[in-house]
């Protein structure tokens, strides 16, 4: 099995996003500013949770199979 890259885009021009496992909050994510991009690398078979401080947050990413 190989590595997955999956890009994530935080499109929000106010607030940051969350990154991290199931217990991912404002506190213990990895934080993605507003209007930025971050790519990760991750193994099959992982679930990335991502969370934020509002309600209708817009986000995207893209996972290729």
């Known amino acids: 099995s190989s590595d997955l890259t ?3 885009h935080n499109h929000d021009q106010t607030d ?3 990154i991290g496992n199931g217990d991912v909050s404002p506190t213990t ?3 993605l500013p507003k209007l ?3 790519e990760l ?3 099959p ?3 990335l949770y991502v969370v934020s401080t509002k309600t ?3 986000m995207s ?3 290729q199979v």
Request: proline content about 4%.
């Open 6 to 8: 999956i890009p994530i």
């Open 16 to 18: 940051a996003l969350y």
């Open 29 to 31: 994510g990895l934080q």
């Open 36 to 38: 930025d991009s971050i």
């Open 41 to 43: 690398t991750m193994n």
């Open 45 to 47: 078979g992982e679930t």
């Open 56 to 58: 209708g947050h817009v």
């Open 61 to 63: 990413y893209l996972k």
